[in-house]
């Protein structure tokens, strides 16, 4: 797929008359939209064979607007990336449909509260923890990176909470909350230096040819 993206941006770049690091930047932007398309595709089609396509695309989309302005660490690799991303969102999307609505009530607020009081905590001290690929110069820029962190962090916070309270009154939405939660959870974890060593070994696996 990487040298399809750089084939691609070739004969973009070919066409326009561009230099090649202006066709570098169109391969790197292509690569990093036929990740986002072929994780998008494999989430729904794993949540819709398996059976929890809502939580599958709760997680996808959740942490895709938490990494855009966070960041964190990344699989240096296509490969790497794809099989990171697509288990986590599959194995996740398992753990809030089928195991964990079996919790308590009381469970489910007390770790919804604890996992936002956390990723607040380490957004605050970390993010956004830029990319080699990807870097962020401005101070400005990352101020506003992270403010806009915090929208979505509030955003995540009242759907939350009027999931909790729909939840007392009958409501049958805890596989949602579950899903939304470990998504935070997931996407600020990448913040951390555990996220970047979990990384690191995926990278020495897929780094390798396959």
Request: proline residues 3%; glycine residues 10%.
């Amino acid at each position: 797929m990487e040298q399809l993206a750089h084939r691609w941006a070739q004969k973009i770049g070919t066409t326009l008359g561009t230099d090649e690091e202006r066709i570098a930047v169109m391969a790197y932007g292509l690569t990093a939209l036929l990740q986002l398309v072929l994780i998008f595709l494999a989430a729904a089609l794993l949540g819709w064979a398996l059976g929890f396509f809502g939580e599958s695309m709760i997680v996808f989309f959740s942490v895709g607007f938490l990494r855009r302005l966070i960041g964190g660490a990344h699989a240096g690799s296509f490969n790497g990336c794809l099989v990171v991303s697509i288990f986590c969102i599959g194995f996740f999307s398992a753990l809030a449909h089928y195991v964990l609505p079996l919790c308590p009530f009381w469970v489910l607020g007390g770790a919804s509260l604890a996992i936002y009081l956390t990723a607040v905590v380490l957004i605050a001290r970390l993010a956004p923890v830029d990319s080699p690929n990807k870097p962020v110069r401005s101070s400005e820029k990352r101020r506003r990176l992270r403010r806009g962190a915090f929208g979505v962090m509030v955003a995540f916070v009242l759907l939350t909470a009027a999931a909790l309270l729909w939840q007392t009154r009958g409501g049958d939405c805890a596989r949602y909350i579950w899903a939304l939660n470990l998504s935070v959870l997931w996407q600020t974890t990448m913040l951390t230096g555990c996220g970047s060593r979990l990384i690191r070994i995926v990278d020495l696996r897929f780094k390798r040819p396959l």
